[in-house]
């Protein structure tokens, strides 16, 4: 499997964004925000991004 690292970085820049946005810490936000990024480029296609409650369980399995 080829991963597509395109748009990872603004991904992680958008949910880092959104994180904060929602009071969250900074240290909490990096971690949702590098947890989403890494999500996206391990699907198939870029353009799928993670849903929020697949993001929390990854979170919650570290």
């Not at 603004?10 to 959104?18: I, N």
């Not at 946005?21 to 993670?50: D, H």
């Amino acid at each position: 499997m080829t991963l597509d690292i395109t748009g990872a970085k603004d991904t992680f820049y958008g949910a880092l964004c959104v994180s904060l946005a929602k009071g969250e810490s900074l240290y909490y936000s990096a971690s949702y925000a590098s947890v989403f990024a890494s999500l996206t480029i391990n699907s198939e296609e870029a353009l799928n991004m993670p849903f929020h409650q697949s993001l929390l369980q990854k979170m919650a399995n570290k």
